[in-house]
């Protein structure tokens, strides 16, 4: 058998061998192509992040497609365990923002630092072009991170308080006033609309893997992962 195998190999070049198992593969295995909206979320480095996004033009904002897309970004949103997400997290470059801290974040920080961070319920909010306008222009500090640059943190200065303009999942305009911590996400996505990643503005010696720590206790035998069910 394995006579024949070498017999054979000798009478075709590599890459006939390599095209036909292509071909042959393809008869029995479904596309291996991913194509976005994906369902999971897109890392730094990719295209996408850095793209300014489009408007949704107006007559698409209530169409079957946009309605799709904005549930499939608070889809991701959810399984991923973030407070927010942008249009181009999960590979489609339009102007579509989606934010939610649920109440029971409450018991994952302790009660000085839901505090200290000013943290604030805000239930599912969708903005579809979404215009952001400071209302107070006093800076706050703190770490922050993103489902794009998993496995890591870094310091951020983001303003107290903003105003966002824009449109509802029905097309209805809408404002918002948010401050504190709802504020920050805020500003981290209409960042990502504008393919600006909060690595360009943190304190660069800030920047930390989240689990440094876990890496010395378990002697490097930690995993990211970028799947989640
Ligand atoms: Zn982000």
Redesign the pocket.
Known sequence: MLLHYIHRRSFSSTNQVASFARWYRGLWQPKLANEPPYDHVTQIGDPILRQKADLVPPEAVTSPEVRLLVKLIVDVMRKYDCV?L?AP?IGISLRILVMEFKEKLRDEFTSIEYKNKEMETLPLTVFINPELKVTNFEKKVFPEA????RGYSGEVSRYSEILLRGLDENGVSKELTLKGWNARIAQ??MD?LNGI??TDIMNRQTFACTCWQAVNAHRGRVRIGFHKK
């Not at 993103?146 to 640059?149: D, E, I, L």
């Open positions: 927010g942008a997290q993103c489902q794009s640059v981290h996505e990502h990643i909060y």
